[in-house]
């Protein structure tokens, strides 16, 4: 049975969950509105071994269920064109994870807010608390993850080490720690990345974030 969190932010998130179907194309208002980072994204998919749903604007929805009987792969290719997005904007698949039971690593971050000074600029946007791992003799950052704040119920990791620190297991420790704080704010902690990106796919599987089979789609 799917983590009622999980199904309530997929609900959220894209407008419908479960597909019904193999898939499904759902116009959401949420597509018209700011994300996490104040930017409008036109298109959110999540693709399940019982399904995918294709979350664009209302708008647009009628455009996007004229091609739901194609291949996905083909779907992908026309959407930017069926979204009147400009041409060189492309849909893309990636991988999507969750967890229930992140694995108890040694926590290896503070807490900190994102405009300390401390905190690099690809963090700036995440807003709230930032979990950042520092050089223990100099307090030099070395590693962060930032919370995606999706809704209530699902809350997205995003994980980044500086060069000079990988190779320290510093990244999955982050966000296995960073999970445990969304669980216990009652939300699930969601990891997404690209298909051939393989040091993030073994990040997430040693923190505890299984590939289950589940994919991401967006613009």
């Given amino acids: 049975m799917l983590d009622k969190r999980l199904y309530h932010h997929l609900v959220t998130w894209l407008g419908q969950w479960p597909a019904g179907k193999s898939l499904a194309v759902v116009g959401s208002e949420r597509r018209t509105q700011p994300a996490w980072d104040g930017k409008v994204y036109p298109m959110v998919g999540v693709g399940a071994p019982t399904g995918t749903v294709i979350s664009v604007p209302p708008p647009r929805a009628a455009a996007v269920r004229v091609l739901s009987d194609q291949p996905l792969d083909d779907l992908l290719a026309k959407l930017p064109t069926a979204l009147g ?4 904007r492309r849909a893309y698949r ?3 994870r969750y967890s229930l039971d992140p694995v108890r690593l040694p926590e290896a971050g503070e807490w900190v807010p994102h405009d300390d000074a401390v905190v ?21 950052y070395l590693a962060g993850v930032g919370i995606k704040r999706h809704d209530a119920h699902g809350n997205e990791l995003s994980v980044g080490t500086e060069a000079a620190a990988r190779g ?12 445990r704080r969304v669980l216990d704010e009652g939300a699930v902690p969601t990891y997404l990345h690209a298909l051939d990106n393989n040091a993030s796919a073994k990040v997430a599987e040693a923190a505890g974030f299984p590939d289950r089979g589940w994919s991401v789609y967006g613009i």
């Fill in 85 to 88: 997005l400009d041409a060189g």
């Fill in 94 to 96: 990636g991988v999507y």
């Fill in 120 to 140: 690099p600029e690809w963090l700036w946007p995440f807003g709230g608390d930032v979990l950042i791992a520092r050089d223990p003799d100099t307090g030099e």
């Fill in 168 to 179: 320290r297991g510093l990244a999955r420790r982050l966000v296995a720690q960073a999970a």
